[in-house]
């Protein structure tokens, strides 16, 4: 399939570079000529009638929930519970009494999520899937659905799916807002070009990110990600990328939990990834910079402009406070890719992972 790579070495390089232009799809296929958001009547309705959305999802598709979680509870107002789909019916939540169920799902063929599914419509409860494959077995199943309009992701890691999926959650928490009469003070699909836009410009830093690779991560068997609030979410999309395809054991913490156990894993030279994009958390992650540091670490900090300190190592363009996910995970999927290419990892098909899992 040397032909749909193009000029690629790699699925996973070219998916990383498409992001902006999935960024500009997106915005046009969910607005109209008159620059309204442009969404299925019944999605909004329903979004409209629920009195607590439940996110069931897998893999780096539960790592777009939390972060979608955050929109829909702070735009929308509506109370969101995010669930591991292979998990959810063995501690079942209390559900409300208008649930609403989201299934987000690249693929839309993941068999945990469609168990849960099948579960739900049982019990009578309204559903939406939001994946890139319409058609799909969730697609087809549940009652609703969003299209990710990202393209085929062929890479086993996920990354073009993933900044689709929260820019897709953006807007339909910034739709069931403004359904409900609650006013904003920005135009989400202005902020979602500037962001575009930002994706470009990082895209085009894959020399300096190569770079960072060979100074962070030259022979470690371990990296941590931290990162507090919105950051901390991105952390655990950044540390399921590295240790995907590169095999070096990654996890991603909250900034404020690693004095209770992660801190004590600090060596000299471990590599610490820290992500400061959150004005109202960068005085608390620094500090935690700075413990790590103490113990030795060799700390990467990616900050985004505006918020940024000497030292740090990479800077990413300002962007919406709520959307930083979408631009800050970029470099994150970069260092992954070259970690695993230094490494000679097999980096579109890492050992022992499938695209899709069809088994329960
Ligand atoms: C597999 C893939 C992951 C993906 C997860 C959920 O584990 O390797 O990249 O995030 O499944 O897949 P889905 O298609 O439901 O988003």
């Known amino acids: 399939s040397d032909i749909e790579k193009g000029t690629y070495p790699h699925f996973m390089l070219k998916e990383i570079d498409e992001q902006p232009f999935v960024m500009r799809k997106i915005i046009n296929e969910y607005q109209t000529e008159n620059n309204e958001l442009k969404l299925d009547e019944n999605i909004r309705a329903a979004m409209k009638a629920c009195d607590r959305i439940y996110i069931i999802a897998a893999g780096t598709s539960y790592h777009a929930g939390l972060v979608g979680k955050e929109f829909i509870e702070k735009l929308a107002k509506v109370p969101v519970e995010v669930h591991v789909a292979s998990e959810f019916s063995y501690n079942m939540p209390l559900l409300s ?108 830093q894959k020399e300096g990110i190569e770079e960072l690779v060979r100074e962070y991560l030259p022979t470690s068997r371990n990296a941590f990600f931290i990162g507090r609030s919105t950051d901390y979410h991105v952390c655990m999309e950044g540390a399921l990328k590295l240790k995907e395809i590169s095999y070096i054991q990654a996890e991603g913490f909250a900034g404020g939990e690693l004095k209770h156990g992660t801190i004590a894993l600090i060596e000299e030279g471990t590599p610490v990834i820290a992500l400061a994009t959150q004005e109202n958390v960068n005085y608390s992650i620094r500090g935690n910079v700075q413990e790590v540091v103490a113990r030795g670490a060799n700390a990467l900090v990616i900050s985004m402009r505006g918020l940024e300190q000497d030292t740090d190592a990479f800077v990413i363009p300002h962007v919406h406070e709520l959307l930083t996910p979408l631009v800050s995970v970029v470099p994150l999927q970069l260092l992954a890719y070259y970690a695993a290419l230094h490494r000679d990892c097999d980096v579109d098909k890492p050992r022992n992972l499938a695209k899709s899992v069809t088994v329960e």
């Open 97 to 204: 009494e208008k649930p609403l169920f989201v299934f987000i799902s690249q693929s839309g063929e993941t068999a945990d999520s469609r168990a849960v599914l099948v579960k739900i419509k049982e019990l009578g409860y309204p559903s939406l899937t939001i994946t890139n494959v319409p058609g799909s077995t969730l697609s087809r199943e549940a009652d609703y659905t969003l299209n990710l309009y990202a393209g085929p992701e062929i890479a086993v890691a996920s990354t073009k799916a993933y900044t689709a999926q929260i820019a897709v959650l953006a807007i339909l928490a910034v739709d069931t807002a403004k359904a409900q009469g609650i006013t904003l003070d920005f135009d989400p699909m202005q902020e979602l070009a500037i962001v575009a836009n930002a994706m470009e410009i990082l895209t085009d």
